[in-house]
């Protein structure tokens, strides 16, 4: 199935109810967060409860939630939602406990079959270097893969200036 097609059914929110999770990988610029925002905002149209967030805001506030002892209910936040979209991960490379706090919430969304919803600009081949080690992003990875929909964006970037011929000169 061609990708237009296959993100416009994502516009039904079926991968929602089945618990299905989606990754957008690409470099930046393809609009892999626009379509997210899209489909979240579709699914809040829909009634459904929907977070948005970027992967380092998300893990700047569970770092800050273990110093003031609210991590479990910031956890909550970050679990509990029907479909969960952390955007841009990838751009920082995370250290062990940021990672561990990111397996947290991947696996605790995956035992409850919630749908998180992933733009990222780095392969799953390459998230050992920005998840701390090998294990852990092979362990996220896997909870990800296993009942989810992978979108390869590909083309040039939307912010590229675009190339103007120059008029003819008079």
Same mark, same amino acid.
């Given at each position: 199935m061609e990708i237009k097609a296959r993100v416009a059914r994502l516009l039904d929110l079926e991968f929602i109810d089945k618990g299905t999770s989606v990754i957008f990988?690409?470099?930046?610029?393809?609009?892999?967060?626009?379509?997210?925002k899209?489909?979240?905002?579709?699914?809040?149209?829909?009634?459904?409860r929907v977070l948005f967030t970027t992967a380092a805001d998300m893990l700047n506030h569970l770092n800050a939630s273990q110093i003031d002892h609210?991590?479990?209910?910031?956890?909550?936040?970050?679990?509990?939602?029907?479909?969960?979209v952390i955007d841009e991960l990838g751009y920082l490379t995370l250290d062990q406990q940021t990672s561990n706090l990111?397996?947290?919430?991947? $696996?605790? @969304?995956?035992?409850? %079959?919630? #749908?998180?919803?992933?733009t990222t600009n780095t392969a799953f081949s390459d998230w050992g270097n920005i998840l701390h080690n090998t294990t852990i992003a092979t362990a996220i990875a896997d909870?990800?893969?296993?009942n989810s929909e992978i979108f390869l964006l590909g083309g040039d $970037?939307? @912010?590229?200036?675009? %190339?103007? #011929?120059?008029?003819?000169?008079?």
């Open positions: 990988i690409g470099n930046p610029g393809v609009g892999k967060t626009l379509l997210a899209i489909i979240g905002w579709r699914a809040c149209q829909a009634n459904k609210s991590l479990i209910r910031k956890l909550k936040l970050y679990t509990e939602p029907a479909l969960l990111f397996y947290q919430v991947v $696996s605790t @969304r995956h035992s409850h %079959q919630r #749908s998180t919803m992933i909870r990800l893969v296993e $970037s939307v @912010r590229k200036p675009k %190339q103007h #011929s120059n008029p003819p000169a008079e």
